[in-house]
């Protein structure tokens, strides 16, 4: 899996004409690793640009995501993406979130398809669908679902990626070593840390991790944007990052590598410990019946350990 990617989240499900001229630009810059979902609405366009550019198949990585309301029909969620995207087979097939949706309404972790009856199904594709899926993993996994999914011995196939919010506030350290001992690579997403301009603008929005005093200077030091300090600090700590961008030169700075000293990779590793910033930097934390949590599951439900409301942990 190529290490930078192009995250295709729009800020709002579609962005048909939007996402089409990202995509082309980015393979035209150098892009080779595109990354979707079923729930961006969009597969589409990004197939419908990926074969415009005429980049032969086998040098492009492309991962699209199983939605939460097709945990219970995963041969056609993935026939579906497979049909939109046109692009001949899914590199990576990711369980977007544990949380599994049916007739509208979202399950506990108990009920029928748990993770485990999910994840065997797509399990399952890996024999079925062969010439049509290189390898899954999973979206939004702790290490609590993890140890669940592992605890059962019909689980043979180990995740091959766990994609999760990873920046210098969420470095996600405990589950990065667990995954490490694992095999499990972990992907960054929203590695800037930039929520959409609509959730930035409220009053309560959170800090900006591009902003962050010590990675301005450190863009200062390396003559570099914050974003390519961000993004080479998930590289270099090895992880894969899909920051998206639809702007050319933004595109072109974060495909950049920029080699950061370790003394300045432990200082962002210890951007967190300051007070109220280890968290999450996105938009999609609510109150529920369950208490706070993320698309009706609790903190608890997900293992997003110490996490409070808003997404702060301690
Ligand atoms: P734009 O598409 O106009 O470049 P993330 O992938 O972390 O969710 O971040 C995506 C957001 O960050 C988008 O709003 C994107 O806007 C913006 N962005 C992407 N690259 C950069 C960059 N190099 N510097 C500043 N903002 C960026």
């Not at 029928?112 to 024999?127: F, G, K, V």
């Not at 899926?133 to 140890?147: D, P, Y």
């Amino acid at each position: 899996m190529p290490a930078v990617g192009m995250g295709c989240w729009m800020g709002e499900v579609g962005g048909g004409e939007r996402v089409g001229r990202m995509v082309e630009k980015a393979l035209k810059l150098g892009y080779r690793h595109i990354d979707t979902a079923a729930g961006y609405g969009n597969e589409e366009m990004v197939g419908k640009a990926i074969k415009e550019s005429g980049i032969p198949r086998e040098q492009l990585y492309i991962t699209t995501k199983l939605s939460n309301a097709a945990h219970d029909k995963v041969v056609e969620g993935f026939e579906a993406s497979l049909a939109k995207l046109d692009c001949g087979y899914i590199d990576m097939y990711l369980m977007h979130w544990p949380v599994a949706v049916v007739d509208g309404k979202v399950l506990p972790p108990t009920a029928s398809p748990t993770i485990i009856d999910t994840w065997l199904s797509m399990q399952s594709l890996l024999q079925t669908h062969k010439s049509q899926l290189r390898s899954i993993g999973v979206s939004n996994f702790s290490i609590k679902t993890l140890t669940q999914l592992f605890a059962d011995e019909r689980v043979t196939v180990i995740p091959a990626t766990n994609q999760v919010e990873l920046h210098p506030y969420l470095p996600q350290m405990g589950l990065k070593e667990y995954c490490e001992q694992k095999g499990i690579l972990l992907t960054a997403y929203s590695p800037l840390g930039q929520p959409p301009a609509t959730a930035r603008s409220s009053p309560d929005a959170p800090p900006l991790l591009l902003g962050d005093s010590v990675v301005v200077s450190l863009a200062e030091k390396y003559g570099a944007t914050p974003a390519q300090i961000l993004l080479n600090w998930g590289i270099q700590r090895g992880t894969v990052v899909i920051p998206k961008s639809e702007n050319e030169g933004r595109m072109k700075a974060n495909i950049t590598i920029v080699h950061l000293d370790e003394s300045d990779m432990a200082a962002l590793n210890a951007l967190h410990d300051q007070p109220g910033m280890h968290r999450s930097l996105l938009p999609y934390h609510q109150k529920g019946d369950n208490g706070s949590g993320v698309f009706g599951w609790s903190y608890e439900w997900l293992g997003w350990e110490g996490m409070g409301d808003g997404g702060v942990i301690g």
